[in-house]
């Protein structure tokens, strides 16, 4: 009896040692792929919320790095250009020329990049409105700006958007949903 009891041991460790099966491994891929078509649309629009903040947070950094640069030395004004006719669109701090012609307008060409461009993910639009059609905002030696009235958006496929802000007296840069 011992040796059959050892024998029935030795078997089912065998057994244990050959892994699944074809029909088990194909049983867990189906369930995996039933799950993941439940799992992805509910995902997507947690995408698009982290894109939309990520891309906020991004365009609100330039915008402190152009006024930081501008409070660094009262002689020189720093802006941010929004650029909305790129595809896609794109943020662009430069330091003003400060001629007569120019002053206070975003002059490509003319006007020297401070840092490289923030672009926005292809799915995000960006849209200014606001007084005027300037579509930059300048930032003065201490801090305010020389743009009223300006207003910031990004915008998602589906109409969801944040606004950045920025306080023209002392500007304090804000994101609101």
């Excluded at 997507?44 to 891309?55: A, F, I, M, R």
């Excluded at 020189?76 to 007569?100: E, I, K, M, W």
């Amino acid at each position: 009896m011992k040796i059959v009891g050892e024998w029935m041991v030795t078997v089912r460790r065998t057994m244990a040692l050959q892994g699944f099966s074809l029909i088990e491994v194909l049983i867990v891929i189906a369930v995996i792929l039933i799950l993941s078509a439940v799992a992805v649309p509910a995902i997507k629009p947690l995408l698009e919320g982290v894109q939309l903040s990520t891309s906020a947070k991004g365009i609100k950094n330039q915008l402190i790095c152009a006024k930081t640069r501008a409070l660094g030395d009262s002689r020189v004004h720093c802006g941010v250009y929004f650029d909305t006719s790129a595809t896609p669109d794109r943020v662009q701090v430069f330091l003003d020329n400060g001629t007569p012609a120019n002053d206070g307008i975003y002059t490509q060409g003319s006007d020297q990049h401070f840092m490289a461009a923030y672009t926005l993910p292809p799915t995000l639009s960006l849209v200014i409105g606001g007084d005027g059609t300037n579509e930059a905002i300048i930032f003065r030696g201490d801090g305010s700006t020389r743009v009223h009235g300006m207003s910031i958006t990004i915008r998602t496929a589906k109409n969801r958007e944040k606004n950045i802000s920025v306080l023209p007296s002392t500007g304090r840069i804000k994101i609101t949903d």
